[in-house]
């Protein structure tokens, strides 16, 4: 048996003591009572009994422990010309004043925050600051619309909003404080106070009573200490979409998620304290909650906050030149992000402008990573490079290969095989297990490990209901693949409406109930059909009522206006067209996986509840229309 082996079997077989070992690595005011509390199913809780503090694990022991003066965040944006360096001890100091402003201004232990930042250090900081003093953070990405936004505050009724003045886009400067101030006045909850951080390109107009200048809420106020809380207190709630228009508050323990991530960082990246390391994302992602804020600051490396993209912020070197100017060691981008890269730079040419000596290993995740591009990082940066698996609700990968147990052969296609702590197994209908190389769902059996979700805000039904209960015993991931001989899993396809476009999560249904919204449009089905860059973009079908005399186009353009309006540019809902029916099942279930087939002109069967099959060649030459089904 190898050593990847033999400690992933270990995890499964004696998880006690395999994360009770993994969480002696972390600070605890007062050590658990029970490693693993199982006395609830389906409800588990990790390291019951115990207290601890998820910003002292990140900043303040460091300090204490001799890295005070290394580089903690280093922020790089090309988009404002700027760059920052902050030590642990800068770090600290900084969280620790803004989370006595947070305490000034009435946030205690367990009152949510919501902080809708762009990529600046003052959104890692206002986290930090958040669980610093117990509180719960909600970051919402600033791709986001208003309506989203206030989705998310009726939900978390935050009692303060931590926000920015301006998001810089490529081409534009994106105004924070009218989407705030529309997200307020649509939510039926009202914060108490915002705090808003005035950046020079566009300040922000203020509500008197309301808003609070960064600065000015610093005066008077005290650094906070760390505070002691249960390591079963949420340390954050993170909105992740749904198969609806209502997002899935996503939580995440407090003693799990330092515990499960400070792990991740050695075992799956290979990663050690003092290295520097980059997830490209954005901190209103899982992936920059995990991995650009949590995970290398518990483990003592040093983070990087890049503001900016990986093509055009000057062009198709901007990841090289940051891995070689900081000596980042490893890094982690979405597959998305590498294609906008190659097509501009096939040959990778750029590459040979910069010194990647020190480079050791590319990582890619957030949708399914094409064979292509993970043979151009393996040829062109001649690293490994690691297709990994997993999603919010995980909070840390189900599949990698993991770098610091022991390097697996790759399979391009697939991320490898499940990570310790996760049980993975491909279901068939009847809860049974499939055979190796059949596709099924992939399930997760309980209890999850550290880390993962251990119910959504407030609505345990909601958790039980989306994941527990189509498979008792198993948490549904809500993707189909299959398992191979040696184990190596293959992600394919969602098993509901939600598409990924560029390595971002979105639900086909919510832009649907935006579409249904348009006094014309009498029935509408949106799909996601497959794109070179994004890997997938939406695409929306409207039948019209009957008696409208407006011209298609401008209603198509209407809807497209509507969805940026609603759901927010990143949903790059950018097309749609006009049918006169949709095909349905005998039952009335829109077929829109057959749909989606067409457009991507592939072979489909002819389902057999289908109620009228003539309606399919009229779909057909609807997209062939604008450039799809071919
Ligand atoms: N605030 C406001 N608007 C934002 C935004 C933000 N934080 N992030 C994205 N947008 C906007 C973009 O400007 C774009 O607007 P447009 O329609 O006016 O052009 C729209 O949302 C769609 O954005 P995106 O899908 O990201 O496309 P893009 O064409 O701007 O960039 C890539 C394409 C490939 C460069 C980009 O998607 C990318 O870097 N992807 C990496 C994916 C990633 O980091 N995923 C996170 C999980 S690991
Ligand atoms: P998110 O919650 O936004 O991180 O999205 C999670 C979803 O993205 C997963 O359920 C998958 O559908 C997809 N995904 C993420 N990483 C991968 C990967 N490496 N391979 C295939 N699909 C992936």
């Known amino acids: 048996m190898g050593q990847f082996d033999e400690v992933y079997k270990r995890s499964l077989e004696d998880p006690e003591g395999f994360w009770g070992e993994a969480a002696d690595d972390v600070f605890w005011f007062k050590r658990w009572d029970s490693v693993l509390d199982d006395s609830n199913p389906p409800f588990y809780r990790w390291f019951e009994g115990g207290t601890t503090n998820t910003c002292y694990n990140a900043l303040d022991r460091h300090v204490e422990e001799g890295r005070g003066e290394q580089a903690a965040l280093i922020y790089d944006s090309p988009v404002t010309d700027t760059k920052q360096s902050f030590t642990y001890r800068e770090l600290t100091d900084k969280v620790a004043a803004f989370a006595g402003a947070l305490e000034k201004y009435g946030v205690g232990y367990g009152d949510r925050v919501i902080i809708y930042m762009p990529m600046i250090p003052e959104a890692a900081i206002a986290m930090l600051a958040t669980t610093r003093i117990g509180a719960v953070h909600s970051v919402v990405f600033g791709g986001f619309a208003s309506n989203e936004l206030a989705k998310r505050i009726d939900d978390c009724k935050p009692k303060l909003i931590v926000t920015a003045s301006c998001g810089i886009e490529p081409g534009r400067t994106v105004a924070y404080m009218p989407l705030l101030d529309g997200a307020i006045e649509m939510a039926k909850h009202k914060p108490d106070h915002c705090i808003v951080y005035q950046r020079p390109m566009a300040e922000a107009e203020l509500t008197e009573g309301r808003d609070v200048e960064w600065n000015a809420a610093h005066e008077g106020a005290s650094p906070a200490a760390c505070a002691e809380v249960k390591a079963t207190d949420p340390a954050y709630i993170l909105y992740t979409s749904g198969t609806t228009g209502v997002p899935k508050g996503v939580v995440r323990a407090t003693g799990g998620h330092i515990v499960a991530l400070k792990w991740s960082m050695k075992n799956i990246y290979n990663v050690d304290p003092g290295e520097v390391f980059w997830a490209a994302s954005d901190v209103g992602w899982v992936v920059g909650h995990s991995y650009i804020v949590y995970a290398p600051l518990f483990h003592g490396c040093t983070t990087m906050l890049y503001e900016g993209k990986p093509v055009g912020t000057p062009d198709a070197g901007a990841f090289w030149r940051v891995i070689s100017e900081h000596k980042v060691s490893t890094m982690f981008t979405a597959p998305t992000a590498i294609r906008a890269i190659k097509k501009e730079d096939p040959d990778g040419k750029l590459l040979a402008n910069y010194d990647m000596s020190h480079y050791k290993a590319q990582f890619l995740a957030g949708e399914r990573c094409d064979p292509d591009t993970l043979h151009w ?254």
């Open 377 to 630: 990082c393996e040829e062109k940066l001649k690293v490994p490079a690691v297709d990994h698996w997993w999603q919010t609700e995980t909070g840390w990968p189900i599949a990698s290969n993991c770098l610091g147990i022991e390097q697996l052969p790759v399979k391009a296609g697939s991320p490898t095989r499940a990570v310790p702590g996760w049980n993975v197994q491909i279901l068939g209908e009847a809860c049974n297990e499939v055979k190796r190389g059949d596709i099924g769902a992939i399930s997760i059996k309980l209890p999850l490990p550290p880390g993962a979700l251990p119910t959504l805000w407030q609505n345990d039904e909601r958790y039980v209901e989306s994941y527990l209960a189509d498979y008792p015993g198993y948490y549904k991931t809500g993707d189909a693949g299959y398992m191979d001989e040696d184990g190596y899993i293959y992600v394919m396809t969602r098993t509901d409406d939600i598409i990924n476009v560029a390595g971002h999560r979105l639900s086909t249904g919510g832009m649907e109930e935006v579409l249904a919204n348009h006094p014309a449009v009498a029935e509408c089905a949106v799909i996601g059909v497959a794109d070179q860059l994004k890997g997938q973009v939406p695409l929306g079908f409207v039948v019209l009522k009957d008696g409208v005399n407006t011209p298609e186009e401008q209603i198509v353009q209407e809807l497209v206006q509507m969805v940026r309006k609603e759901i927010g540019p990143v949903a790059a809902f950018k097309q749609a067209t006009v049918v006169q029916r949709l095909p349905k099942t005998r039952s009335g279930k829109i077929l829109r996986g057959t749909m989606q087939k067409i457009a991507d002109g592939q072979d489909y069967p002819m389902p057999a509840t289908i109620d009228d099959p003539a309606i399919l060649p009229e779909i057909k030459e609807a997209l062939e229309e604008i450039g799809y089904a071919k």
